[in-house]
């Protein structure tokens, strides 16, 4: 990769390179964010400075697996950011922000916050490519918050990124750089990104193995599993008449009534039923299916995300769950944070939940 090939951007990487700070980018999918991140990486490395990356595109990641925000701290100038190991990662656990918007804004602060306690000169944020409608406004307005950014780079190839920038007109904070789209970057089919997608997952899980955890020994987040007390058998049996479909599991915390089932109940004819009996306020019906492969972060005591997993077994009568991952020491895990994603062991994509189903 070589400057030469990327006049348009040649004047704005050079300077950038020479004053540092907290840079972040924005674009469409394909306007050569990474590529961008990648030279300017590089430009600053060659001059002697601390860089760090903070990879936040969960859906094209290049730094660490997909479904995390991830950290890079380079030493030398690289080909690709895809060569750089991530130091860190945070967990999101959606290979699209859209519905994770929280969850995405909060990890992308958490390992900028980490980046910045290594003192880098350069600090770098690449992002996705969601930048039209009012999420992305929120998203992005939100990370210019967080993030207090010294340099923002928007690529674009007419004004596609004006309405993010909108609100940095009269900041004296932040300076916006405006760089066309460079002409020899080449757009990648949505076939091919989920391709490279699946390749990123397959390569994290490559030595991965199932690995069991007791319900009573981890924490759960992101669902509603293991949160309150399992009801007992016959409690099962009456929601089993009620709904009509195979009860696994059921569990009661404080008002909020979560069954585990083997399809989703044809009807809702019985849930007032179910209200009379149960007392609760809300119910979550979550098939067995909307669990398999779920994209899982595994997470220390302190919350800190040090491997990803796929949920593959769930025992409610010895209390395990059995999870897909390439973690050895297992028994730092105290915490399961659920996505909403289903991968399977060969990084293939089978799905995804939406927030609240589990
Ligand atoms: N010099 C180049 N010649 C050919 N293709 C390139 C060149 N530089 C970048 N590309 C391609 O352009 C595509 C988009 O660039 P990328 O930096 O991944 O964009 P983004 O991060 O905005 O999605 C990538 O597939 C990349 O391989
Ligand atoms: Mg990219």
């Known amino acids: ?58 859906g094209q990641s290049e730094i660490g697996p997909p479904g995390c925000v991830s950290l890079g701290l380079p030493d030398a100038p690289v080909a690709a950011l895809s060569q750089i190991p991530p130091a860190r990662f945070a967990f999101v656990g959606a290979t699209s922000p859209r519905h994770h918007l929280l969850e995405h804004a909060v990890a992308v602060r958490q390992m900028c916050d980490c980046a910045r306690s290594s003192q880098p000169f350069l600090l770098l944020i690449d992002t996705t490519g969601m930048i039209q409608g009012p999420a992305a406004r929120r998203l992005k307005q939100s990370k210019l918050t967080l993030l207090q950014p010294d340099h923002v780079v928007a690529i674009q190839q007419k004004a596609e990124c004006e ?35 699946a390749g990123r997952f397959a390569l994290y899980f490559q ?16 669902t509603w599993l293991n949160g309150g007390s399992p009801l007992p058998t016959p409690q099962r049996k009456t929601l089993i008449s009620l709904l009509g479909v195979h009860v696994f599991y ?39 299916a909307k669990l398999r492969h779920l994209l899982i972060g595994l997470a220390d005591q302190n919350g800190r995300t040090v491997a990803l997993g796929t949920l593959e077994s769930l025992n409610f009568r010895t209390r395990e769950i059995g999870i897909f991952t390439p973690l050895r020491a297992a028994s730092a895990v105290k915490l399961l944070q659920f996505g909403i994603v289903r991968v399977k062991p060969d990084g293939t994509e089978v799905g995804a939940n939406l927030p609240g189903d589990v």
């Open 1 to 58: 990769m070589r400057i030469e090939d990327y006049p348009e951007w040649r004047e704005t990487i050079e300077s950038l390179a020479e004053t540092g700070g907290t840079t972040l980018i924005l674009g469409g999918t394909d306007t050569g964010k990474t590529t961008f991140c990648t030279l300017l990486a590089n430009a600053t490395l060659e001059r002697g400075e601390r860089v760090a990356i903070v990879d936040a595109d969960i």
């Open 163 to 197: 309405a993010l920038l909108s609100p940095l007109r009269f900041s004296d904070a932040a300076k916006v750089h405006r760089l066309p789209i460079a002409s020899v970057i080449r757009k990648k089919t949505p076939a091919l990104r989920a391709q490279r997608r």
């Open 207 to 222: 030595n991965a193995e199932t690995r069991l955890f007791q319900f009573d020994e981890v924490a759960m987040s992101g």
């Open 250 to 288: 059921a569990e009661m915390c404080d008002r909020h009534l979560g069954v585990i089932t083997n399809v989703m109940p044809r009807d809702q004819d019985h849930y007032g039923l179910i209200q009379e009996q149960f007392r609760q306020q809300a119910l979550t019906i979550t098939p067995a």
